[in-house]
Structures are given as structure tokens and as C-alpha cells.
């Protein structure tokens, strides 16, 4: 989760790019593995001692993961903001739309 929002990040910051997609695929190879028994979550699961409760559950665990970047990349990109400056007898009030495409 936390690789997949520093791409989430990098795609908020000015001059970087704005297409998440190598950089999440990269995340998700590095948690999954090309083979499923080799990914960091497995490793973990293998080694031995474990403090695991339970196994086998890496698929609810990052569409979990999943969820919870969605809702974080939703509110960087629909986050509104309002500044408003006041001098003498006028008010300004200025809306914008905070953070940029995902």
C-alpha cells in the first residue's frame, strides 16, 4: 500500500509524471511476485517462526490495500479548497480544485 500512494505522490507533484500505471504495476509485482509463491507476502507467510494468525488471504489483503488507495487518490483529486482575503470593505472569495488528474 505504501509503494502504490508514493505513486499516487509523484503524480500530485508538478512536473512529474501523471500516469500511475508502471509505477503501480511495479508495486503490485513487487507484493505478488511473477509467481505467487515468491512475492513478499508469501515470503513472509513462509518463513518460520511467523506471527501470521491466519494464511492464504493475500488477495483480501491487497484489495483491502486497494480500497483504502482509491479512497486516498479520490479525496487528493476532488478536494476542493477556498481562500478567502479580506481588505477593508472587500471580500474575495476564490474556489479552486486542489490536487491534479490520476
Known amino acids: 500500500m505504501a509503494s502504490v500512494l508514493k505513486c499516487q ?3 500530485q507533484t508538478p512536473g512529474k ?3 500511475t500505471t ?3 504495476d511495479k508495486a503490485k509485482a513487487k507484493y505478488n511476485g511473477s509467481d505467487p509463491t515468491k512475492g513478499c507476502f508469501a515470503k513472509l507467510e513462509a518463513k518460520t517462526p ?3 494468525e491466519t494464511t492464504g488471504n493475500s488477495s483480501a489483503v491487497q484489495g483491502m490495500a486497494d480500497a483504502c488507495v482509491n479512497s486516498f ?3 487528493l483529486t476532488s478536494q476542493s479548497t477556498t ?3 479580506t481588505t477593508g470593505a472587500t ?3 476564490t474556489q479552486g480544485s486542489a490536487g491534479g488528474s490520476s
Open 9 to 11: 505522490e509523484t503524480v
Open 17 to 19: 509524471p501523471t500516469d
Open 22 to 24: 508502471a509505477c503501480v
Open 50 to 52: 511467523n506471527d501470521c
Open 73 to 75: 487518490a479520490a479525496l
Open 83 to 85: 481562500t478567502t482575503t
Open 91 to 93: 471580500t474575495t472569495t
